[in-house]
């Protein structure tokens, strides 16, 4: 999948700015607080509804503005060019497809992947679990479509429950809610499951390359509850102590995955700079395994690579994007120099406000 066209209006410092890659790597040169990053923002927002930055839906918004407007055109394998249109106001979402109005946002994101790096990714490795459940569940909904109708039930049970709990209510009030609860988790499970044991032989393949210090990895998924005995079961176990804390303690939605390395006893030994190479290693990893699996790249976007990176790991990356067909976005302060490039590279200068393509 490529993005052939990316427009937006009122998002952070742009009041509208249009960007038009190549389907290869695509440099974002400029000042610090040129816009850079809120034009890989704009992408990401697109395929996943929420920005990787801190702040709430409609923090991206440009300071005076009411709202923010994107817009693009993408060309895949899977399907002819399609146009995406998505605006936030301060209280909703309105999403497009081809001229269409959009009930949900969900066939937005399902043409639009988009995979990420950047100063914020390595709480993918030392940050809570909610990070990586999300990185998890984002990767099972690209492969997985029945997911979505399943998480959806999931929230409206687990909501249902924790209501009860914090109303007192009968034990008989709780077994309908508590057997949907049990029968969700475990297909949400099994898709978990399979996701990771597919990701699991390209992680170790990146992790060769990148981390080899490191040793051997495998990836260490935990569901949540105990899954030899079903949660159904644990949920009835738990009710006293879950309604003294007035919230469900165990289930799906505290489940979590880690990398294990043969040399580290614990990822808090990790240094900062080899928890960010290993959470570079899972976005690797992730933009192949979804080439493998359904049919087409993802876009990779990089920010700011060269100052999260050595140059040693900066280089292996760049290495990486010539060899491999993928759509990629960097930003950066300079002028890459002439081995970070080659004939399909195209650069772009970001400054007041504008993004122009150049050649050197």
């Not at 992408?43 to 005076?64: D, E, N, Q, V, W």
């Not at 399609?82 to 009930?103: N, Y």
């Not at 990356?317 to 002028?335: D, F, K, N, P, Y």
Request: aromatic share 8%.
């Amino acid at each position: 999948m490529n993005i052939e066209l990316l427009r937006a209006g009122d998002l952070r410092c742009f009041e509208h700015v249009s960007f038009a890659p190549g389907p290869g790597i695509n440099w974002l040169i400029g000042p610090n607080g040129a816009g850079k990053t809120t034009l890989l923002e704009a992408a990401y927002i697109l395929s996943h509804g929420r920005s990787f930055r801190a702040g709430g839906r409609t923090a991206p918004k440009r300071h005076g503005a009411n709202g923010y407007l994107l817009y693009a055109e993408i060309q895949g394998s899977r399907r002819p060019k399609t146009r995406l249109g998505l605006s936030r106001t301060e209280d909703r979402w309105i999403g497009r497809l081809d001229g269409a109005d959009l009930p949900t946002l969900a066939p937005l994101f399902e043409a639009c992947p988009v995979v990420y790096f950047g100063p914020e990714s390595q709480a993918l490795i030392l940050g809570p679990a909610e990070e990586r459940r999300g990185f998890l569940d984002w990767s099972v909904f690209h492969v997985e479509h029945a997911s979505l109708g399943l998480w959806k039930a999931w929230r409206r049970a687990l909501r249902q429950r924790n209501a009860l709990l914090r109303q007192g209510a009968s034990p008989d009030d709780f077994a309908p809610w508590e057997h949907d609860l049990g029968y969700l988790a475990q297909e949400i499970h099994a898709m978990r499951a399979r996701c990771l044991a597919g990701l699991e032989p390209y992680v170790a393949q990146e992790a060769a390359v990148l981390v080899p210090e490191l040793g051997n990895v495998r990836i260490d998924y935990r569901p949540g509850w105990d899954t030899q005995h079903g949660l159904a079961r644990q949920l009835a176990e738990t009710r006293d102590r879950d309604r003294e804390m007035g919230f469900t303690r165990v289930g799906a939605h505290r489940a979590d995955w880690m990398m294990v390395f043969d040399g580290v006893a614990k990822r808090e030994h990790l240094s900062r700079g080899q928890a960010k190479a290993a959470a570079l290693v899972c976005t690797l990893a992730l933009t192949r395994w979804l080439k493998n699996n359904v049919g087409e790249y993802p876009l990779l976007c990089l920010d700011d690579l060269e100052s999260e990176l050595d140059a040693p790991h900066a280089a292996l990356v760049i290495q990486w994007l010539h060899e491999t067909a993928v759509q990629s976005w960097l930003t950066g302060t300079r002028m890459p120099d002439s081995s970070r490039m080659n004939a399909a590279t195209r650069l772009f200068h970001v400054e007041q406000a504008e993004c122009q393509r150049f050649n050197p």
